[in-house]
């Protein structure tokens, strides 16, 4: 199973919910991401975390909040966003370590109304 | 993280060959050059990784000179299906993380 899947694919939400974000891989990886992406932009490194622990936080905003509950899954918490919040958030995971290969999930794209 | 420069958009046709060259004048020793595709709205993908001379596999050939200030993504008998956004990255072979920092990418439009 080569495959990172996201949920939900699509997900809308007015500025004062709390939502999550999720992110599944079965292939042994211990570094999982989060990447932010705009329309017509190059994704952009949110957090990395290597064997469940958070190992970069690229000065990302409070209202988004990570969690990495096991080896398997990664989360990301979503309160009181902000209209230019919306994009779409990518996950990737890979072996540890600088120069293996990142497997992308297909995103979730998010609307913050 | 060395900074890497590639044209915004190529064209071509069904059948030809693709160069793609990506500049990185400030590349380290220990940073290795990889390279990244992406259709809309999916997750960009693995296409291929090298830190000298040649590398091919079964999707590209990446030729990076001896210098190592810039290096080409060639794509042979390109078809519709290859019209993408194709990302050069170059990271640090030392480092202890995965981070990879996106370019702006060149689009990659193929045409019948």
């Known amino acids: 199973d080569t495959e990172v899947t996201q949920t939900p694919k699509h997900l809308v939400m007015g500025m004062t919910n709390k939502k999550s974000l999720k992110c599944e891989q079965h292939?042994?990886?211990?570094?999982m991401y989060w990447y932010k992406q705009k329309a017509k932009k190059p994704p952009e490194l949110m957090f990395v975390y290597s064997y469940e622990k958070l190992s970069i936080n690229e000065s990302v905003p409070s209202r988004f909040s990570p969690e990495c509950p096991n080896s398997s899954l990664l989360n990301l918490h979503l309160h009181a966003l902000q209209p230019e919040d919306s994009a779409l958030y990518l996950c990737?995971?890979?072996?540890?370590?600088?120069?293996?290969?990142?497997?992308f999930g297909p995103g979730t794209r998010l609307t913050v109304l | 993280l060395a900074k890497t420069t590639q044209p915004i958009s190529m064209d071509s046709y069904e059948g030809q060959e693709v160069n793609i060259t990506c500049s990185h004048n400030n590349i380290a020793t220990n940073d290795y050059i990889t390279w990244y595709q992406q259709f809309p709205s999916q997750g960009p993908r693995f296409i291929i990784q090298g830190y000298k001379t040649k590398v091919t596999n079964e999707v590209a050939s990446l030729f990076i000179p001896a210098d190592r200030k810039s290096s080409t993504l060639s794509l042979p008998r390109v078809s519709l299906s290859d019209t993408a956004v194709y990302y050069c990255l170059v990271g640090d072979r030392s480092s202890n993380t995965g981070k990879l920092i996106f370019g702006q990418g060149t689009t990659l439009q193929v045409k019948p």
């Open positions: 292939m042994g990886h211990r570094a």
């Open positions: 990737a995971s890979s072996q540890v370590g600088p120069t293996n290969e990142q497997f």
